[in-house]
């Protein structure tokens, strides 16, 4: 279990990956296998990987998360909906939203409080004691909600040691790719952590 702290957002669990893995090695890499096309460089006559340690980044992220692995190679904290990364459209640098629900009380406070009767995201019901817990839309329909959510964009152009491929298949992928999603997730935790625990000090 991880041991989640305000400014810790996502983090990568590898004992998860080795001790559920379907050929003995990586449950993350059987997931890459299916996916594989993704990885290669579609400008390329012969079968090649992508140049860009940034796409190469995105699609390695995307297919550690949800909805490809679930429960995720990549782990977001309970209380985050989820953490995305993208290339930017004009130059192709990397960047990441990190989606957090925001409950009345942090986009409210003392000086705005919001009628009892509209609902808000409730709680999973959680027995463990964890303070961090997932966070889901209403039950009911038929009552009023507010359901308040911002999404943390940090930069990725400045990042140092993103993977350059040299792979698109086998161990070497998953090697390669295992190192890039844990580098993004150090990124991440370093440059949104603090921001996303100054947006929820007043929960």
């Not at 998860?16 to 890459?32: F, P, T, V």
């Not at 400008?43 to 550690?64: L, M, N, R």
């Not at 964009?153 to 993103?162: A, D, F, K, N, Q």
Request: charged fraction near 30%.
């Amino acid at each position: 279990m991880t041991d989640w702290h305000e400014q810790l957002l996502v983090q990568v669990d590898d004992r998860y990956d080795r001790e559920n893995a379907s050929d003995g090695h990586s449950r993350y890499g059987a997931y890459l296998r299916q996916n594989s096309n993704l990885f290669r460089d579609s400008w390329s006559d012969e079968p090649a990987p992508v140049k860009d340690p940034a796409e190469f980044a995105v699609h390695a992220w995307t297919v550690a998360t949800g909805p490809i692995m679930f429960p995720g190679y990549v782990r977001v904290r309970p209380d985050l909906r989820r953490i995305t990364l993208h290339r930017d459209e004009e130059d192709h640098s990397l960047y990441a939203d990190i989606h957090v629900p925001l409950r009345h009380s942090h986009i409210g406070g003392n000086a705005k409080r919001f009628p009892y009767a509209w609902q808000d995201w409730e709680e999973e019901r959680d027995y463990s004691g964890e303070t961090y817990v997932a966070l889901y839309e209403p039950r009911s329909t038929r009552k009023p909600a507010v359901l308040a959510s911002v999404t943390v964009r940090v930069s990725g152009s400045e990042w140092p040691h993103l993977v350059t491929p040299t792979a698109h298949e086998g161990r070497t992928l998953v090697d390669e790719a295992r190192e890039a999603v844990t580098t993004v997730a150090r990124h991440i935790n370093d440059d949104a952590g603090l921001i996303v625990a100054r947006l929820l000090a007043d929960r």
